[in-house]
Every structure is written in C-alpha cells, then in structure tokens.
C-alpha cells in the first residue's frame, strides 16, 4: 500500500463530477448539503470521455492528499445523509442504488446494484459512490478494456472477463461493473446503503426569447436487483430468477 501524501488531509473529501458539461443546480445543492461540516472540495472533469472523466480527477485528488473520493454524476438525486451514513459505516466502498435511466425506457425502474447473497455488491453504478484513497491506491484507477460475461449454472456464478477490442466497442460506460467484480475478487465487496438515489432528466427546454425554465423530471422508482431491468435479454432474466440459490463466486481472468 502506498504511504499517504505529506499533505494528506484526514477525514477530507473530494468530490469528482464526471460531468459532460452540464450539472443540475438541484444536484449541486444536494451534494453541498451532505457535505456541511466536512473539508471538501470540488473536481470536476469536462470534456473527456468515460473513464478518463473519472481518472483524471481522481488523480487530482489524491495528488491534494484528500482521503474520500466521492462520485457523484452530474444529474443525480441525493439522499439528504448519504455522506454521514456512509462515513459512519467505516467501511472503504459505499454506495446508493438508483434507477439506470434509459432513453428508450426511462420508466423501467431497472437498477445498478447487483446484490452478493449476503446483501453487499457485486457491482454498482458510480452515480452515488464513495470510495477510500487506498482502494483506489491498491486496484488503481477506471478502465473500459474489459467486459464480463455472467454465467451462472449449478449454483455456481462466474464472472469471466473478457479484453474489449476498442474498434468494435459500442457499450456505455462498464467501467462501473469492471471496478466493482475487481473489488469483490479482492474481498472487497460494496456496502450499499438503504436509501435510494435518483437521476434527472430535462423533459422540455423553454421557447427562445421567452422567460421560461427547463421542465425536469426527477426518477426515483428502483426494482430492487434487477440491474438488467432496460433490456430484453431472457438469459439475464433466468439470471435473476436464480441468484438465490448461488452457492459458489468464481472471478475468471482474461484467457
């Protein structure tokens, strides 16, 4: 493990914003809300594709010595105390569940938590998600080269990896999924809070030269475990059905 920064600010957060240009006001006054009576400051990335977004931040952090890394995504509902429950839980990686918001079925529900049997997660979204410097020291940083297959047959669930080749990469983000299974193979699996977190989407912009406001719509219904919820993939669905009776994780490596 690497030794703290000499200007390591103890207790200090960091909060990293991925954000593509655009940050709701509603969410910015969220996060500040949570974070009254904590050293904290802002890094926020724009312009740069997924996972640089996150990278190039994070670095920034922890070069500044802050102990917290908080990621929050642009257009997120917070929960009031998300902060001062994950901070009370001691615990190096804690997250909010929240519905993935997709624009072909915004109302699915689905979540971005797939739950372990004992309650903690395999994986969750970054939208909400807490993490301790030294993990991110320990595993470093975010990355899309990989994508997992998910199996699960005889009680047995195995997450096999597989390197993406860059031409013919089409998916969003991943790098969510990849950081999460990379934690839970080193026992590190997420905490996840009760509470749920949201997303927001602008639903109406106003006329030109009118005094209107933006029309946002706020989404908050979650379909527990049910992170494959937006997609109409019947082998995903068995999955679910019979994550009750795994018995046995297997994390595969590239072949």
Known sequence: MNKPKKNFKPNSIAVVIPTRGL?????LEEVTKNLQGYDYKFFISHDNPIPECFNIP???ALEEGYEWIWYVEEDMV???????????LKYPVVACDYPAVRKDMPDSGASTVLYTPQGD??????????????ILEKIGLFTTDFKWDIELFDGILKFKQNRIKKAKDKRYGNQDVHFGIILYSNKIPIKVLPEKAGQRRVMEKPEP????GLKIKKYTKVRE???FGAMDNVNYGKLLLAMDTIHKVEVLPCE
């Open 23 to 27: 940050i709701f006001s509603e969410t």
């Open 58 to 60: 994070t670095e920034q």
């Open 78 to 88: 917070i929960p009031r105390h998300f902060i001062s429950k994950a901070m009370k």
């Open 121 to 134: 997660a395999f994986f969750t979204g970054m939208g909400c998600l807490l993490v301790h410097r030294v």
């Open 209 to 212: 030269s009118t005094n209107g």
């Open 225 to 227: 475990n049910d992170v």
